[in-house]
């Protein structure tokens, strides 16, 4: 399956960002898909995960509260609503998807099969 990340920019702190990730060439039935960021000189970090079929959801503790994963069954995509951001939002947001990830293994990068190329999300202060 190819991902397809879209949505980032250039946004002042406190304003808000809609990320998509969407796949081509099959449904994301039967898969999880999460959101993960990466900054200059940091390891890529867990943001935000859905698993389709159930609709379990997990994010990071820095993220809770602000920003909101869903999955759209029309456009067979996962959004992620970044609201209330602040400067150290500042990354390149990567969207993957794999299938049969159990609950326990959302967060873990080395979960997931496919990746999509990243956005940027820039936040200013």
């Known amino acids: 399956v190819q991902l397809q990340a879209s949505g980032g920019g250039l946004v002042q702190a406190g304003g808000s960002l809609r990320l998509s990730c969407a796949a081509s060439?099959?449904?994301?039935?039967?898969?999880?898909v999460a959101w993960f960021r990466q900054s200059p000189g940091k390891e890529r970090e867990f943001v935000s995960a859905?698993?389709?079929?159930?609709?379990?959801?997990a994010y990071a503790e820095s993220v809770k509260g602000r920003f909101t994963i869903s999955r759209d069954n029309v456009e067979n995509a996962v959004h992620l609503q970044m609201n209330s951001l602040r400067p150290e939002d500042t990354a390149v947001y990567f969207c993957?998807?794999?299938?049969?990830?159990?609950?326990?293994?959302?967060?873990?990068?080395?979960?997931?099969?496919?990746w999509g190329q990243g956005t940027l999300v820039t936040v200013s202060s």
């Open positions: 060439g099959r449904s994301f039935s039967s898969y999880t």
């Open positions: 993957a998807a794999s299938r049969g990830v159990i609950l326990s293994a959302m967060r873990d990068p080395a979960t997931y099969n496919y």
């Open positions: 859905i698993r389709w079929n159930f609709g379990n959801t």
